[in-house]
Every structure is written in structure tokens, then in C-alpha cells.
């Protein structure tokens, strides 16, 4: 077949337009059916026409879900939501909370996530001044040295899923920047704390603010603090439901004794409570 060839959806049959056409392992899939997998799924070249399907028929289930879903708290970054049924011990990631139907976002219980943390992406650049040597300039370093620093926020939150292990977002929508020769937020000891900065800072040259403390710094600790809201969130909602499992896993077992007839709790060895029959198997 040719490039210009009419081809149809292995998936929902209908033709495929000019530039509309999203290969599959073993077919072809338009670009209305691609919209509708789970935007946190990377393997659709290396997925079947059935595995495509298969997924379509989780997400139609999946919403439902997300119609069902009741916001009992939102912890908002710069660009995602993190929305959380409390009740229901579930939660979805949105750019838009006012839009979940149309878009349908995976709805995760709490008890599918394996993990969670952030991860900070740091850059550093040292900024240098300009020096005239005759008709030539030249960028030599500052003494001491400074740096500007840029941080990039990703929070990871990793689940079992058939379809994906791990959903990675920004919480930061443009990167925090640093510039070390403002002093504050730097110091030569990390664990100097906000007087130590002072001092190094009014210290000059002298301080030598090589090592950066950005904690101090307030977009740094802005994302830092939001990081730490969603682990506490998500880490708490496990407590949570592997509380009710163990609560539930030690609620006492009661059944109908075959030999006296009673409704009973089962002892630990298994037996009636009122006749002392052995009744571990009809439990």
C-alpha cells in the first residue's frame, strides 16, 4: 500500500484521514481512538489492535468512575490538580477540574499506589563578568564564584495498573531560578540557617557563597511544601485503607454450627462457641 492510500481503523473501523493514521503492532488506529487511551500510556506501538481494544473497554468503565466521583479535597500545583475522594479512597490527576467528564482522567484507588515522591531537578550555571583585553573582551570568573540555579519540580506517583506503572507531572509550570549573588538562600554550610545567610551574604567576597540552601528561598519552598502536601495526602490515604484491610482481616467469623445449630462466633481454634464443635471448614 501506498502512503496515499485510503486506510481504515483496526479499532473502531472508520476511515483514516491524511496525517490521522497512529500505528499499532499488527494494524492501525485513528487518531479519535489514540485521544481516548489513558494519557499516562507510552505503548501504544508495541500494543495489538485487541490490547487497543481491551483498553478502550477500561476507559469506558473508567468513566463512569470519574462520574461517580466525588472531590472531598484538591491540592493544585502550578498546572495539575490532585484530586482526592476521600470517601470513596480514590483519586485522579487533572489539568482542569471542571472539565474531568470531558476528558477522563484514570481514577486510581489508594490501594493501587505503590509509591510516590519528588523528584527536584537542579541546573547550575556560573555567571561570569566581562573584561576588556584590548579590542578583545573576555568572561572571567567572579571572585568568589556565582552561580544561578534552576529547579524543576516532578512528582512521581507510581501504581499498579494494566496499562501504565507510573504517572510523572511538573508541579512547577516554569522552572525557580536562583542567582547566588543575592546571598539569600545560599552559604557556604548548608545547615547554616537563615543568620548564617545573613552574615555570609554581608560578608562579601569573603563569604565565598559557593554552596546553594535553597530552602530559603520562597518559590523553592512554595513546591517543596506542595511535594510534601501530596505524599502526606497519598501515603496517608495507604494507612488508611491497609488499616481497614487488617481491621477487616481480624473481624470475627461467625457461622451456623452443623452440630447445635446456633448462630456462632468461631473461635480461634476453629470451633462453636456454645457446643464446642468443629466447625472451621463450613466458615
Not at 33 to 56: G, M, Y
Not at 124 to 149: A, H, I, L, Q
Amino acid at each position: 500500500m501506498g502512503f496515499f492510500d485510503k486506510k481504515y481503523c483496526d479499532v473502531c473501523g472508520e476511515k483514516i484521514g491524511l496525517l490521522g493514521n497512529r500505528k499499532l503492532e499488527d494494524g492501525n488506529c485513528c487518531k479519535e481512538c489514540a485521544k481516548k487511551l489513558s494519557p499516562w500510556f507510552d505503548e501504544r506501538r508495541h500494543s495489538t489492535v485487541e490490547q487497543i481494544k481491551e483498553q478502550l473497554a477500561y476507559r469506558e468503565e473508567n468513566l463512569k468512575a470519574v462520574e461517580n466521583f466525588h472531590t472531598t479535597r484538591t491540592i493544585a500545583c502550578d498546572r495539575w490538580n490532585v484530586l482526592l475522594d476521600e470517601d470513596a479512597r480514590k483519586f485522579i490527576l487533572t489539568r482542569d477540574p471542571r472539565k474531568i467528564t470531558e476528558t477522563n482522567p484514570d481514577v486510581i484507588s489508594f490501594s493501587d499506589i505503590t509509591g510516590c515522591r519528588v523528584d527536584v531537578d537542579e541546573d547550575r550555571t556560573e555567571e561570569k563578568r566581562e573584561v576588556k583585553n584590548g579590542d578583545r573582551t573576555e568572561y572571567v570568573s567572579y571572585n568568589p564564584p556565582r552561580y544561578t540555579y534552576r529547579y524543576n519540580f516532578k512528582y512521581i506517583i507510581n501504581v499498579n495498573n494494566p496499562y501504565f506503572d507510573e504517572m510523572k507531572f511538573d508541579l512547577n509550570n516554569s522552572r525557580v531560578e536562583i542567582d547566588s549573588a543575592a546571598g539569600a538562600g545560599f552559604s557556604t554550610d548548608p545547615k547554616a540557617g537563615l543568620l548564617g545567610n545573613i552574615l555570609n551574604a554581608a560578608a562579601g567576597a569573603g563569604a565565598a557563597l559557593q554552596a546553594a540552601n535553597p530552602h530559603l528561598n520562597p518559590e523553592y519552598a512554595k513546591y517543596e511544601k506542595i511535594g510534601e502536601d501530596i505524599t502526606a495526602a497519598l501515603t496517608g490515604a495507604q494507612d488508611i485503607v491497609r488499616e481497614e484491610k487488617e481491621a477487616a482481616s481480624a473481624a470475627p467469623k461467625i457461622a451456623i454450627c452443623p452440630f447445635c445449630g446456633a448462630q456462632t462466633e468461631v473461635t480461634a481454634d476453629g470451633k462453636c462457641e456454645y457446643c464446642g464443635g468443629y466447625i472451621a471448614e463450613q466458615v
